[in-house]
């Protein structure tokens, strides 16, 4: 699972990184507003953690940017006990769920891995350009049919959906679906997989990369 953790206490971060990681977390660790921004407009994370104050641009602007951009990534704003007014528009401003400092190194895994499963089991179809997921049968569909795929076939589609267009990490992909243990060039092979039953299917919709630079879902027409 990707974490993006942007935290302007270098030494606190520093040490929520560590605990993250310790728990099988990939912890992405910034310091501002503008470089968490950033890092959220250029890939694909499972969750976010903001800090409300950070220099730059505090965590509700980037939450709403976010937001505006139509990227739904799930937001954990870390707040202070005196920032009552700041959790209550952080929610209706679209984040998922908020934490207190101090904070239980366990809770925030806990309230991590909570964000997460709720994005991944939002819906059982996943939408991308002309495409359709159906995760819970294994099935890829467009306007000129359907196929049905197996499973595996189906996660790393429905993953690769979700990301947006944003590469993603082949390790990531072996994690995800194959529990870590993808063989050597599995993970490009499925891709190959994907790309022959979406071409069957006369799909705008591909999948480019490789297994060195990862791989992302595009929309062909606009590629």
Known sequence: MRVLLAEDNVRLARATEVILEKNGLTVEVVHDGPAALSALKGGYFDVAVLDIMMPGLDGL?????????????????????????????????????YITKPYDSRELVAR???????RSGASPKVCFGDLVIGE???????????????????????????AGGKKVDTSWLSDRVWDGAALDGEVELYASYLNGKLEALGSDVKVE???DDGWRMVESCGA
């Open 61 to 97: 602007e980037v939450l709403r940017r976010v937001r505006a951009e139509g990227n739904d990534v799930p937001v954990i704003l870390l707040t202070a006990k005196t920032q009552v007014d700041d959790k209550v528009v952080g929610l209706e401003d679209g984040a998922d769920d």
């Open 112 to 118: 991590i891995r909570a964000a997460a499963r709720h």
């Open 136 to 162: 819970d049968d294994s099935t890829l569909s467009t306007r000129e049919g359907s196929l049905s795929v197996n499973q595996r076939e189906a996660q790393m589609a429905a993953l690769l959906a979700h």
């Open 209 to 211: 990369g490789s297994a």
